[in-house]
């Protein structure tokens, strides 16, 4: 099949979903790690299953992987500074943001929207990103009555509600 767009319009037409914004962390030999991703969706309910799609070159995704087990914690709209540390490549990510653990041991970061804790159960090659399928172990909501930070034509912001009809 012949392709008639190029990458900026795959991108932009791609922009016109709205979606939320995540910080996936765990362990690797001891140490928090974690990125940020927009590619996060529950998957089914029965079992509780989610999926991310981490870039192909991404380095903290196979050190995650190899752990087995993950959190994906959902931010707030203001939680944009947070989103932009954990986007970038390197460096001791969790060393100027408060954090804890879950009771199974993966990093939760202070104040966000919810945490979901999951076991890695497989993945698929999918272009430059990977498909990862991952079984929902325990979960928890924090901040119910907060905006999420939502990712939308390439841009950041909140969400706001229509007046009820």
């Known amino acids: 099949m012949h392709v008639t767009f190029d990458d900026r319009q795959f ?15 765990g362990l690797s030999e001891g140490r928090p790690v974690g990125f ?6 529950s998957v089914s309910l029965s079992p ?7 870039s192909r070159t991404s380095k903290t ?11 994906i914690n959902i931010l707030g709209a203001d939680q944009y500074g947070l989103c932009m540390a954990f ?19 993966t990093p939760v970061l202070d104040d966000v929207l919810g945490f979901v804790e999951c076991e890695f ?36 912001g909140g969400f706001s509600e229509m007046p009820s009809v």
């Open 87 to 105: 986007a970038k490549s390197g460096g001791d990510k969790f060393a100027q943001f408060g954090w804890s653990t879950s009771p199974a041991g």
């Open 61 to 71: 995704w196979p050190l995650l992987r190899d752990a087995k087990k993950f959190g």
């Open 121 to 156: 159960e497989t993945e698929h090659d999918a272009g430059d990103h990977t498909v990862v399928l991952a079984r929902v172990i325990d979960l928890d909501v924090f901040s119910p009555e907060r905006s999420p930070l939502l990712f939308f034509r390439g841009r950041y």
């Open 36 to 41: 940020s991703a927009q590619s996060f969706v």
């Open 48 to 54: 509780p299953l989610v999926s991310i799609s981490p």
């Open 11 to 25: 991108r932009n037409a791609m922009g016109q979903f709205c979606t939320g914004v995540v910080i996936v962390t």
